[in-house]
């Protein structure tokens, strides 16, 4: 079991530029959700994935934001013209399909918008 | 709506017991406990789906009140190991929904 990956594990950008995230699931795993993360907050739900659908999208992911999961495999996280205030620990998680939809964290990409 | 934990956070020393709640002004589907260190990924502890439910392994232990509107998680004989922010999150609408976070700190 290798675990949720993410890369980078941190990104510097200036503002206006865009970025790309990409996470790799436990294999197993369908489900594949993203998470965002401000200093002293619990992370909130930004969109989620069954095997390549998107299934349900936050209203914080702004027409800025775009994810995708080609072939239900791993997935990336774009922004576009990136803000200041997109600086954030980005978190992708998987779960099996199961009752209890237990979700393991990767260990996040940390974004900083200069 | 987000659950709301207490106490905000908690020092204590090492070989202390702690308790953190988490509570709901609605029913929670479920309740799945995390811990995060500084810097790093939340970590899964457990998860409590059902109503009047107790949970543990180890030292740490969980329950979930027959309404499902409150869980509250034990940590019996801290560990330095067990420092770090505590959240627990309801699994309504296909989603975590975070709590406000409990930080623990344990001081030898």
């Known amino acids: 079991d290798t675990g949720v990956s993410q890369d980078p594990r941190h990104k510097i950008t200036k503002r206006g530029q865009n970025v790309t995230f990409r996470c790799d699931p436990i294999s197993e795993h369908n489900r594949l959700y993203w998470y965002r993360q401000t200093l002293g907050q619990g992370p909130e739900f930004l969109t989620y994935f069954q095997n390549e659908a998107q299934l349900e999208k936050s209203r914080l992911l702004s027409d800025r934001f775009s994810a995708e999961r080609p072939k239900g495999s791993f997935s990336t996280l774009e922004i576009q013209r990136t803000e200041q205030g997109d600086s954030a620990m980005y978190l992708c998680?998987?779960?099996?399909?199961?009752?209890?939809?237990?979700?393991?964290f990767g260990p996040g990409t940390r974004l900083l918008v200069l | 709506q987000q659950p709301v934990q207490s106490p905000q956070a908690v020092i204590l020393r090492e070989g202390e017991d702690a308790v953190i709640n988490c509570s709901s002004s609605?029913?929670?589907?479920?309740v799945h406990w995390y811990r995060q260190k500084h810097g790093e990924a939340p970590v899964f502890l457990m998860i409590?789906?059902?109503?009047?439910e107790q949970k543990g392994h180890d030292k740490i232990s969980a329950s979930f009140n027959e309404k499902k509107q409150q869980s509250s998680l034990y940590l019996t004989a801290s560990q330095l190991s067990y420092s770090g922010t505590y959240f627990c999150?309801?699994?309504?609408?296909?989603?975590?929904?975070f709590g406000t976070g409990t930080r623990l700190t344990i001081i030898p």
């Open positions: 409590l789906l059902k109503g009047g």
């Open positions: 609605k029913a929670l589907y479920s």
């Open positions: 998680a998987s779960s099996p399909r199961t009752p209890e939809e237990t979700q393991y």
């Open positions: 999150g309801d699994f309504g609408n296909e989603k975590l929904t």
